[in-house]
């Protein structure tokens, strides 16, 4: 029952730093790209804000996982934030300075913020039981809902406040990022105690006496397993999709003179697709099973592509239609796929297995966000979703090559 409680309290805190770090990092993913194409002068280079952002959060999985194993979540999860704040900094004086590499290195480090708030979906299942473990992980995905849609609508006063400040408009998003992620730190020291992973392994028999295991052994091991290579794959291959859509989107509706507000809201409705229905998605895994979800996820991802790929720049409902459609199907990747990962590999392998996801999910992230911006600037947004629509095609091919969920 102390366990139990512990829980709830775990579910509780890792909620409202997610709604912390959602406001934090989800107004910089539009103002990011923008003011990229604002500093350098090339919509080609537009993705590279996002494709940094993404990178920091891949190479911050790991040093992130090993903290977990060495101090507990709550150092893992206080380090993350703490990064994003100085990164915040950063990108405001790169901003400000018209410095690409500096504001870059910024988004980079904001992109650790990105790395906590994933790795707080394993967290959320430290001390959750086999029959509410997915259900658990869905809990704390759906806490990113309030904070990451009023993230990208908060772009305009964010602005204001720049402006007022004698700044870029296009920084305001930054400020409001260090400010949240400041706050996201401070809950997370005080709240998240007793630590949920130490918890665990205390009450673990003969967890605590297994070797952690190195991510290369973990990625040795996911491929021996179908399962879990499928598991870690739809992960990765819903994330890039997501990710290279999501950020060419404000690029493409520049092309006309679309307010920074409706851009915002797009991005919002967007970022509600992602997170909103995750109980829903997390109760249909446990119903349906997860590989069938990930069906689900493909066929919603290909709609979406299909919807946002055929919308003119000024068509702000389609766009934002075909972004809802892209958050859905990304959730459905994202909570199906997290779990069937967990339940197929071996107990010492979880924590490594988890980091090498993470970092897995953000660097095919990273190369969608370099590769959306080359194609948007050669060719067009709509080549753009076809392309995205083609592989994730192929990863619906393959996972009728999985016979269903391993018991």
Not at 78 to 100: C, E, F, P, Q, R
Not at 153 to 175: E, I, S
Not at 187 to 207: C, E, H, Q, R, W
Request: glycine share 12%; with cysteine; net charge positive.
């Amino acid at each position: 029952m102390e366990i139990a409680s512990q829980q709830r309290k775990v579910i509780r805190t890792l909620s409202a730093a997610q709604i912390l770090n959602g406001v934090g990092t989800s107004g910089t993913v539009a103002a990011g790209s923008l003011l990229v194409t604002s500093i350098s002068k090339s919509e080609s280079l537009a993705g590279l804000a996002q494709t940094t952002t993404v990178l920091g959060a891949a190479m911050m999985a790991l040093p992130l996982a090993k903290l977990t194993q060495k101090g507990g979540r709550r150092l893992s999860l206080m380090s993350g934030y703490s990064i994003g704040v100085i990164g915040a900094i950063l990108a405001i004086l790169g901003g400000t300075h018209k410095i690409l590499f500096l504001m870059l290195t910024g988004a980079f480090m904001v992109g650790a913020a990105s790395a906590s708030g994933y790795q707080a979906r394993f967290a959320a299942i430290d001390l959750a039981t086999p029959a509410n473990r997915s259900k658990n992980l869905s809990l704390v995905v759906w806490g990113s809902t309030v904070g990451a849609v009023t993230g990208p609508n908060l772009m305009q006063p964010a602005g204001d406040f720049a402006h007022f400040l004698h700044l870029p408009r296009l920084v305001g998003p930054y400020f409001i990022a260090g400010t949240s992620l400041t706050l996201a730190t401070i809950v997370i020291f005080f709240f998240l105690k007793p630590d949920p992973y130490l918890t665990a392994n205390m009450s673990s028999d003969g967890v605590t006496q297994k070797k952690h295991e190195t991510t290369r052994a973990a990625l040795k091991h996911i491929r021996q397993i179908p399962h879990a290579l499928f598991a870690i794959t739809a992960v990765g291959i819903g994330h890039l999709a997501m990710v290279s859509i999501m950020v060419m989107t404000p690029v493409h509706m520049s092309h006309v003179d679309v307010t920074l507000s409706v851009i915002g809201l797009v991005i919002s409705v967007h970022v509600l697709g992602m997170y909103a229905f995750s109980p829903l998605v997390g109760a249909l895994s446990d119903r349906l099973g997860r590989v069938r979800v990930i069906q689900i996820g493909v066929v919603i991802l290909m709609a979406a592509a299909a919807t946002a790929g055929l919308a003119p720049a000024m068509n702000a409902i389609q766009l934002g239609i075909g972004l809802f459609l892209l958050g859905l199907g990304w959730s459905c990747t994202l909570i199906a796929g997290s779990t069937l990962l967990s339940e197929t590999v071996s107990v010492e392998m979880k924590p490594s297995s988890q980091g090498a996801s993470d970092l897995v999910m953000n660097l095919m992230g990273a190369v969608g966000g370099a590769a959306s911006g080359v194609i948007i600037g050669f060719l067009s947004f709509g080549w753009l979703c076809f392309f995205i629509a083609t592989l994730v095609f192929a990863l619906g091919v393959w996972s009728f090559a999985i016979k269903g969920d391993r018991e």
